[in-house]
C-alpha cells in the first residue's frame, strides 16, 4: 500500500487556524500532545507530510476543544489564502469546483475528488479521506462551507453518504440560491 501523505500547505493550515483560535498557547499544547517530531511551526507548504499528522491535528482539535471546531477548522483552512485572496474575486463556486480534482490532487497523494455539477447544485464526492479519520468528514463540510463563503454564494452543503458507514465514498451534496458570474464582484477595494 502507497504511503499516505499531505502537503504541507494543509498542515499549516490547521496549525494557523488552531493558533488563531486558541492562541500561542494552544498551538503549543497541540504540539507538544503529537508525538511526532514533523510538526514544527517551520513544516514547508509544498513539501509531502505523513497524513497521520493531519489526523492527529484534527483529532486533537475535537478532543479537546470539540468536534464543532472541525467544521470551522475546514472553513479557515479554505478561506485563509493570505496574498492570493485577490485570485477568488475573479472566481464562482463552480469554477473553484471544477478544479476540485486538480486541487486535491495537489494537497493529497491518495483518494479521489469528483464533482457532478448541475445548475445549482454539486455532489461532491471524495474517495479514500474518510475510512481512516472519524473527523474527516467534518473537516470536508467546513471545507466545501468555506468555498461558499469565500465565492460570496449563499448556499448550503449536506453529507450524504459516508466511507465510515460503508459507503463506497463521502458524498456532499451542495446546494445554492443562484448561478454566480465569475468576476462578480470586480472592482471591490479591500
Not at 502537503?7 to 483560535?21: D, H, I, P, Q, R
Not at 514544527?40 to 476543544?65: C, F, G, P, R, V
Not at 471524495?126 to 454564494?153: D, H, P
Amino acid at each position: 500500500m502507497e504511503d499516505r501523505k499531505v502537503k504541507g500547505s494543509v498542515l499549516l493550515g490547521y496549525m494557523n487556524f488552531v493558533k488563531s483560535t486558541w492562541g500561542q498557547d494552544g498551538l503549543d499544547s497541540m504540539i507538544s500532545s503529537i508525538p511526532n517530531a514533523e510538526l514544527q511551526a517551520d513544516m514547508w507548504e509544498d513539501t509531502w507530510y505523513d497524513d497521520e499528522l493531519s489526523m492527529e491535528i484534527l483529532s486533537w482539535i475535537a478532543k479537546n476543544k470539540g468536534e464543532e471546531n472541525l467544521e470551522r477548522c475546514g472553513k479557515a483552512t479554505v478561506k485563509d489564502l493570505g496574498f492570493l485572496s485577490f485570485i477568488v474575486d475573479y472566481m464562482d463556486i463552480r469554477s473553484i469546483l471544477e478544479k476540485g480534482s486538480e486541487n486535491f490532487h495537489t494537497a493529497f497523494n491518495n483518494g479521489s475528488f469528483d464533482v457532478e455539477l448541475g445548475d445549482r447544485r454539486a455532489v461532491i464526492k471524495v474517495k479514500g479521506r474518510g475510512s481512516n479519520n472519524e473527523y474527516a468528514c467534518q473537516t470536508w463540510t467546513g471545507v466545501f462551507k468555506g468555498m461558499l463563503e469565500l465565492t460570496k454564494t449563499n448556499g448550503t452543503v449536506t453529507e450524504t453518504q459516508c466511507e465510515r458507514d460503508g459507503a463506497d465514498h463521502c458524498e456532499f451534496l451542495m446546494e445554492w440560491d443562484a448561478p454566480v458570474e465569475p468576476g462578480h464582484k470586480m472592482g471591490r477595494l479591500r
